[in-house]
């Protein structure tokens, strides 16, 4: 039984690109979180998606952006990126939001120069 | 709104030697709380979790009880071993008010020399 999955495992973009991360959820889960982990910081809420929709947001702003498709998968676009950006983004799956337990993928190393 | 507060590190033991790290959080309802660990290079693991007063949660040696009247979850270990070196992260998530939205402390990072 496959874990969470997360693609790709580093990306280096430049200021102003957009980028997209992937996430497959665990199997049998149908919620999807993201979270931005800033170097020497605790994993900040970005939003989460259930029925592929945003079900919540964190204090992100609009070039945050995501999808959820319906096979539960996930993808984080973020645009016109600030050298702020780079963190490592982490991506959390669990059963209809409720389940009071995530799964969390080995998360994507973002690096804007 | 809801916030952890956990001991800042870097924390640095010898081998066999006792561990505690303390947390605490506020929070406007009744949060679950969690203790996740970070290996170097790696994403998030649950270590371990209680989702009610009193509870203690406990896993891989490691355990922490749920103060209500303390608002505090501390970490505690008998004997680390090197391989517990690791970023530690409590945290909490209240189902009442978001689901499954967790919100993370800053983490302690703690190195264990033979």
């Known amino acids: 039984d496959a874990g969470v999955t997360q693609s790709p495992t580093h990306l280096i973009k430049t200021r102003g690109q957009q980028v997209t991360l992937r996430c497959s959820p665990k199997?049998?889960?149908?919620?999807v979180s993201w979270y931005q982990q800033a170097l020497g910081q605790g994993p900040q809420f970005i939003f989460q998606?259930?029925?592929?929709?945003?079900?919540q947001r964190g204090n992100f702003p609009d070039r945050f952006s995501g999808h959820q498709f319906p096979n539960y998968s996930s993808e984080l676009n973020v645009n016109a990126l600030l050298l702020g950006d780079s963190a490592l983004y982490l991506c959390?799956?669990?059963?209809?939001?409720?389940?009071?337990?995530?799964?969390f993928g080995p998360g994507t190393r973002l690096t804007v120069t | 709104g809801d916030s952890v507060t956990q001991m800042e590190g870097p924390v640095t033991l010898s081998e066999e030697a006792f561990l505690t790290i303390n947390c605490t959080y506020t929070?406007?309802?009744?949060?679950?709380l969690f203790w996740y660990v970070q290996y170097p290079g790696e994403g998030l693991q649950l270590l371990l979790k209680?989702?009610?007063?009193?509870d203690k949660g406990s896993n891989k040696g490691f355990e922490a009880t749920y103060r209500k009247e303390t608002t505090s979850f501390h970490l505690e270990k008998g004997s680390v071993q090197v391989s517990d070196s690791a970023v530690y992260f409590c945290?909490?998530?209240?189902?009442?008010?978001?689901?499954?939205?967790?919100?993370f402390g800053p983490g302690t990072s703690l190195s264990v020399i033979p």
């Open positions: 959390a799956s669990s059963f209809g939001g409720l389940s009071y337990e995530q799964y």
């Open positions: 199997s049998g889960h149908d919620t």
């Open positions: 998606y259930y029925e592929e929709e945003e079900r």
């Open positions: 929070a406007t309802g009744y949060p679950s």
């Open positions: 209680a989702t009610k007063a009193d």
């Open positions: 945290a909490l998530s209240d189902l009442e008010t978001s689901y499954d939205k967790v919100i």
